[in-house]
C-alpha cells in the first residue's frame, strides 16, 4: 500500500484497518489472508480498491449541530475582533472529504463577518488524500437530500438549485481553497486562527495522535482555536491547549508555551522504516527548518 500509493497506514488503528481489508477479503470470495496478500501483489488494481476502502469519508453539513452551535457562538466572533480589512482570517480542516464541513465553517465566517469594506478576507485550507472527495468538494454540488441538514435561511443565501442538486454559492467556492494534504507527511499549513480536525484523529493509534497535536499547536497562531470531534481530547496536551469548552471539544492554544521541537516527517512510523531507496526524502530536520 505505502509502495503503490505513497500513504502509510501503520499508525491507524488495527481494528480499523482489519475491518476493511476482511471487508475486502469477502467481495473477492477470499478467506486466506496469505492468498490477499498474493492476490495484491499480482494485481496493483486491488491495492487501489484497498485503499479506497481506508479512505473514511462520513461528514455532513454542520455535523453535530450542538458542537457547530458552540463554534459560532464561542469562537467565530473572536476571530474578527481587532482585525483589519486587509488582513486575512485563515482556517484549515485537515481530512475535509467532500467538503461539507469545510463549506460549513465558511458560511459561519461570513455570517459574522463584518458587512461591506470592513471585513477581513477569509481563507480555508480543505485538504484530504482522497483526490476523489477532493473533485466532488471543489465542485460543491451535493444531492437535494443536504436540505434536511441545513436551515433554509442557509440554502437561500449559500445555495442553488441546479439540476435536482444544491450548488455552493461561489463566494463560498471561492473562500475555500481544497488540495491534497497527507497529515502524517506534508507540513502543516501555518499562521491559522483556527483549525478544525473532526473525527479523523479516532482511527489513528495513540502514537500518531500524540504526535499530532503539538503539530495543530505550531500551526496556530498565538490564541488560535482547535475545533476537535466528540471522541477526541487534548487531554495528554493540557500545558498545550486550554479548553474552552469541553463538551463539544474546542481548545485554545496556550500562547505562553515556548515553540518546541517537533517530530521529523512523515509521523508513521513505518515510513521511517521501510526500505531504503535511491531518492532523497523530500523532508528532513524539525518543521521549523523547513517551514
Known sequence: MRTRTGHDFSGYKDNTILRRIQRRMQ???IDD????????????QQVDLLFQDLLIGVTSFFRDPQAFDALESLVIPKLFGGRKPDETIRAWVPGCATGEEAYSIAMLLKENAPRGA??????IFATDIDERALEVARAGRYPATVASDITPKRLKEFFSREDGTYRVSAELREACLFSAHNLLRDPPFSKL???ACRNLLIYMGPELQEKIIPIF????????????????N?????????????????????????????????????????????????TTGTLQEVA
Open 234 to 282: 487534548v487531554t495528554r496536551h493540557a500545558r498545550l491547549f486550554s479548553t474552552i469548552d469541553k463538551a463539544t471539544r474546542i481548545f485554545q492554544k496556550r500562547s505562553e508555551v515556548a515553540a518546541q521541537r517537533l517530530p521529523e516527517f512523515p509521523l508513521a512510523a513505518a515510513a521511517r522504516q521501510a526500505v531504503p531507496s535511491t531518492r532523497p526524502r523530500a
Open 27 to 29: 467481495v473477492l470470495q
Open 193 to 195: 486562527d483556527l483549525i
Open 118 to 123: 470592513a471585513s477581513p478576507n477569509l481563507q
Open 33 to 44: 489472508p496469505t492468498a490477499f496478500y498474493e492476490r495484491l501483489r499480482d494485481e496493483p
Open 217 to 232: 499547536h505550531y500551526a496556530l497562531r498565538n490564541n488560535g482555536y482547535l475545533f476537535l470531534g466528540s471522541s477526541e
